[in-house]
């Protein structure tokens, strides 16, 4: 896990990179078919939302399943906003990241108490109610669903998941390199101790999870006007969690770039395998999953633990030096 | 008796009934997390195959469920214990997240093989008795249901008298509270740990076969049952035989009285608001060793 | 670093994958054919009903094509359909739509199965201005959104209710009460308010409302309720899965009525296999069976519609499979009076068409939606579906009321 001031090659070279990559994807929709728009799309979508649980699962260890709750939240909030208020996307969106940091600071202050499997399970449980609380409201539109207003073109939400890609990439370094990081480092390698010195880790806590959560809802806000249609069981999806737990871990988790690598790869990965048999390619995912966990775990290690993240750890590889 | 007695009386029933079956799930799931600390996302897919087992035993040798069940519980023993020895067993001192991928992606290979092989059909057990009940007074239990409940208290009667009173229980307890110290005293982990998750398979077999009578089976339904283990455990707590069993049937209840009261839309808001409220309060359960993981 | 440098050459694997996974698949086809794209549910929740409506879509093409394909200006037009499994999920189909289109450059679109992905799918076409006639999607919401693209030609979802009361509300003694229990889904809530609605209108006394989590796995303490209630007429809202498990629940905990009803369920062949006694008596609404007395072009009459489906395929069909080839043939017409493939020309062609087929009446209201055409209540006696309402294509009488289960067997 990132571990205090990074070597500056390191650093500069992967800035770089995203850099170039970040232009190459602002020029992207003047040449690409929408096809591949809407690919890209939901690859950001879930760059961003590894990146974002990386903040609570990764950097913080709170292995986080509620992400998907958030993402329900900010998902009605938008839509309910846009649909019954008329309010303006760009205005309801907000609204929805904001209800989620809400929502997180309450339910984290009382299950952040938990650590490890305990965590894990009761964040999943206030998935599964929120889920079903969503489909006994009438505000909702209970188990029928709710249609929000059909955008003129596709491409805005391209460039809105590329922002909160971004926003949340960002996140990923500077929270570690603050004051706040360092405090919720010290308290993911051991709580005990840092207590001891004085820090308090509820609230810490809680902001990392606070900020895991405002992207989640936020990527609800802008999926639900962009697949128009949510319904309880689409928004409040465990699914979204646990492919963002599955590309954080296999990128790197508690590095700022690992997860959105996982994402990239891991979504592309999946798009081959749907082409080349509908039918087989969970199969052939879930082996994946399998062989990489076994055959390098190891791996996954060295990269929780390479200060500088992937880019570091390829360089180190190249020149033969262990990390 | 008044009208909303017998009602209240019958969901009671019911909600017991149901609650057997949650606790067959449980049970191995609990021992399988208690003992290797590994949280198995395959348990509902074993519960899966082993309602599909029960099915093509029906279908096509005519073999009866309740009859078939040893035979389930052993096809899954032996499915088991290698999946644990020679994938899992790899993982088996690595962090959490690890375990979970691991056991997910399990799931997924085991939920699809079975997609591609059985389809999305869904199918179900009907038997000459599948439609049987016994009326008591104001109240009726299938007798289906009964089966199921007794079975279970057997299933699990049968697990705590293995853990409490054989040599294999002291050496799984063993390597559970202590695991370097039973390895010093010669106890074969790998081996120990193997045996213990096959004994967990064979039980969500046997739990399978009890649901392919009263439920419809299709090679999806597994996800829902290993969320269903969780609740169980939890409640129950962790590590302790009676505490599954007793979680199961506190569930069945819990989700029953909720459907009946407030709507069937309504059971999962209980279910798992008790399951929070079960976590912060007293997360070791019912009867669950004193909590590990306050934090 | 034996570990790294294997995750190294992981990772490099992953990357060539990755690349591979940007190839535009598949070469262009041939310019005498007619292109349409179906994401269709061949796994999930829907994967049984699915596979019906595909096997509507392909007898409709192969008999189509058996004929030289659809005359357009002299030029006679072969039929490929393209079908992607959407997973049963609203957002998976609504992704292959896209894929359908921009990709697979399919002229029309085929409407998948079930409202939600219906739902999902209208948008992108509607985006794309691509024409999708759909045949499995009955709720209303779907045309409540003002889109110009998307036809239905099935009857809509309050229609399953009131259908099955109407035929309920002939019968002798009339039910006096009500029990109404929905899945908690687009179109099984349309159905249940549907239901709600006709029996307040029209004198039914409705004593239990209450809807449950989609695939339910237990409704014991919903069943239990409606036990102490006694209500003459059940009706179960909600598909196949649900409907199986309701009569399963209510052999064993005892619950009697006059009138077991079913929106989605009875009519597939599933439902009679898998129950087998307990299904006797049991009544649904229907879209369409073979006793209903429409002929039409193409399939002839709705005898042989099913004589010809019963030939390829080995069974009776049921409505999904009739109502599935009714769609394809409505827009093979609307391209035949367009005498174009141009979608904006087939798309005014559709919402003018007006014509008699083996389905039935198949004509579009300006939201697109085919509220012309009757749906008929069936039963289930000896194990077979027989159509029972109206009496004008009743093949024969309902049995009524159905006897308790401790007179059965």
């Known amino acids: 896990m990132a571990r205090g001031p990074q070597p500056r090659g390191a650093n500069r070279g992967a800035l770089l990179l995203a ?14 078919s929408t096809y591949y728009i809407r690919l890209l799309t939901g690859i950001f979508m879930f760059g961003a939302l590894a990146s974002a649980w990386n903040l609570i699962g990764g950097y913080a260890g709170y292995p986080d399943f509620g992400g998907a709750a958030f993402v329900g939240i900010g998902a009605y909030t938008t839509g309910i906003l846009m649909v019954r208020a008329h309010v303006p996307f760009a205005a309801a969106l907000p609204a929805g990241g904001l209800l989620a940091i809400v929502a997180a600071v309450a339910m984290g202050s009382v299950l952040l108490r938990l650590r490890g499997h305990y965590f894990a399970i009761a964040t999943l449980g206030f998935v599964i109610v929120l889920q079903q609380v969503a489909s006994n409201l009438d505000i909702t539109g209970g188990g029928t669903g709710m249609n929000l207003p059909v955008a003129r073109t596709f491409t805005a939400f391209y460039y809105w998941m590329l922002a909160l890609l971004v926003l949340a990439v960002t996140a990923g370094i500077v929270l570690p390199r603050s004051r706040v990081g360092y405090a919720i480092a010290a308290i993911r390698e051991n709580q005990d101790a840092a207590q001891v010195l004085g820090i308090e880790p509820l609230p810490y806590k809680i902001v990392a999870y606070a900020a895991s959560a405002v992207f989640f809802g936020l990527a609800g806000g802008i999926y639900a006007s962009w697949f128009t249609f949510i319904d309880p069981p689409t928004v409040f999806n465990v699914d979204f969690t646990i492919q963002a737990i599955v590309m954080a871990v296999f990128g790197g988790p508690g590095t700022a770039f690992g997860p959105l690598v996982g994402a990239i790869v891991l979504k592309s990965l999946d798009t081959v395998l749907t082409n080349i048999s509908v039918f087989f390619h969970d199969i052939f995912f879930g082996a994946l999953v399998v062989l990489l966990v076994i055959f390098a775990p190891r791996g996954l290690a060295e990269l929780f633990r390479a200060p500088g993240g992937i880019a570091a750890a390829i360089r180190a590889e190249v020149r033969g030096q262990r990390i | 008796m008044s009208v909303g007695a017998q009602i209240a009386l019958q969901n009671a029933v019911n909600g017991l009934l149901i609650g057997g079956t949650y606790a067959t799930v449980g049970v191995g799931f609990s021992l399988v997390w208690g003992t290797l600390n590994i949280v198995n996302l395959a348990h509902g897919a074993l519960v899966m195959l082993g309602a599909y087992a029960t099915y093509w035993l029906f279908t096509l040798y005519h073999l009866d469920p309740l009859l078939s069940l040893p035979l389930v519980g052993g096809a899954l023993f032996a499915f088991g214990y290698p999946l644990q020895r020679i994938v899992i067993n790899q993982v088996v001192r690595a962090p959490f997240l690890i375990t979970f991928l691991l056991t997910f992606g399990i799931e997924l290979v085991i939920t699809n093989l079975a997609l591609a092989a059985w389809t999305a059909d869904i199918r179900s057990v009907t038997t000459a008795y599948s439609g049987r009940s016994l009326a008591l007074g104001p109240v009726v239990l299938p007798a289906v249901r009964i089966a199921t409940l007794a079975i279970a208290v057997l299933v ?79 409640l129950g707590g962790l590590g302790s035989v009676p505490g599954a069993f007793l979680g199961g049937l506190l569930l069945g209840l819990l989700q029953t009285y909720a459907a009946a009261w407030l709507g069937p839309n309504f059971d999962n808001i209980v279910a798992f608001g008790v399951l929070i409220a079960v976590l912060l309060v007293r997360p070791a359960g019912l009867l669950g060793r004193a909590a590990r993981f306050r934090g | 670093m034996r570990h790294g440098s294997r995750l190294i050459a992981a990772l490099a694997a992953a990357a060539v994958a990755a690349t591979c996974g940007w190839i535009v698949p598949g070469p262009a086809r041939g310019d005498q054919l007619v292109k349409l794209g179906a994401p269709l549910a061949a796994t999930g929740a829907d994967a049984r009903e699915g596979a019906l409506t595909k096997q509507g879509y392909d007898l409709w093409a192969d008999t189509i094509n058996a004929r030289g394909g659809i005359k357009v200006g002299g030029t006679a ?52 201005k691509i024409p999708m006639v759909e045949a499995n999607g009955a709720a209303r919401k779907i045309f409540a959104q003002g889109y110009k693209f998307i036809f239905g030609v099935l009857s809509p979802a309050d229609d399953y209710a009131a259908a099955m009361l109407k035929a309920a509300a002939t019968l002798s003694p009339r039910p006096e009460t009500l029990a109404v229990l929905s899945a908690d889904d687009l179109f099984s809530l349309e159905v249940a308010n549907g239901a709600q609605d006709w029996a307040q209108r029209n004198g039914l006394k409705v004593v239990y409302f209450q809807k449950y989590p989609v695939g339910a796995a237990d409704l014991s303490a919903p069943l239990t309720s409606i036990k102490s209630l006694h209500p003459d007429i059940i009706l179960g809202s909600g598909h196949l899965q649900e409907s199986l498990l309701i009569m399963k629940q209510a052999q064993t905990l005892d619950v009697n009525a006059k009138f077991f009803g079913f929106t ?13 006694p307990a299904a006797e008596d049991v009544f649904a609404s229907s879209q369409w069976t073979p006793d209903v007395s429409y002929r039409g072009p193409v399939f002839g009459s709705a005898q042989d519609y099913a004589k010809a489906f019963n030939q390829k395929y080995g069974f009776v069909p049921d409505y999904h499979a009739a109502e599935s080839s009714a769609g394809a ?43 012309y055409k009757p749906m008929v209540t069936v039963q289930i006696q000896h194990g077979k579906v027989v159509t029972v309402w109206p009496a004008s294509v009743a093949a024969a009488k309902a049995v009524y009321p159905t006897p308790d289960w401790s007179a059965r067997q």
């Open chain 3, 329 to 371: 043939l409505a827009l093979q017409l609307a391209i035949q009076n367009a005498q174009s493939l141009d979608p904006l020309k087939v798309r005014d062609a559709l919402a003018a068409l007006d014509v008699v087929t083996f389905y039935g009446p198949i004509r579009f209201n300006p939201e697109g939606l085919n509220v």
């Open chain 2, 156 to 234: 699990a009667f049968g697990l705590q008298v293995l853990m409490t009173r054989t040599r294999l229980g002291s050496a799984i307890r063993a390597t559970a509270s202590d695991q370097e110290a039973a390895r010093l005293m010669g106890i074969p982990i790998a081996h120990v740990y193997a045996l213990t998750f096959a004994i967990a398979a064979a039980s969500a077999g046997i739990a399978g076969g009890l649901i392919s009578l009263s439920f419809p089976i299709f090679p999806a339904m597994g996800a829902g049952y290993t969320l269903i283990a969780f609740v169980v455990c939890v």
């Open chain 1, 19 to 32: 850099a170039a990559a970040l232009a190459a994807a602002l020029a992207f929709p003047t040449v690409a």
């Open chain 3, 77 to 128: 037009y072969k039929v490929q359909i393209f079908y992607y499994d959407d997973q049963s999920k609203p957002q998976i189909s609504a992704e292959l739509t896209d894929k359908l289109i921009s990709q697979d450059r399919v002229n029309f679109l085929l409407g998948p199965y079930g409202s939600p992905a219906t739902f999902a799918d209208a948008a992108i076409a509607e985006k794309y």
């Open chain 3, 264 to 276: 989605v369920g009875p009519t597939t062949p599933d439902f009679a296999k898998s129950l087998g």
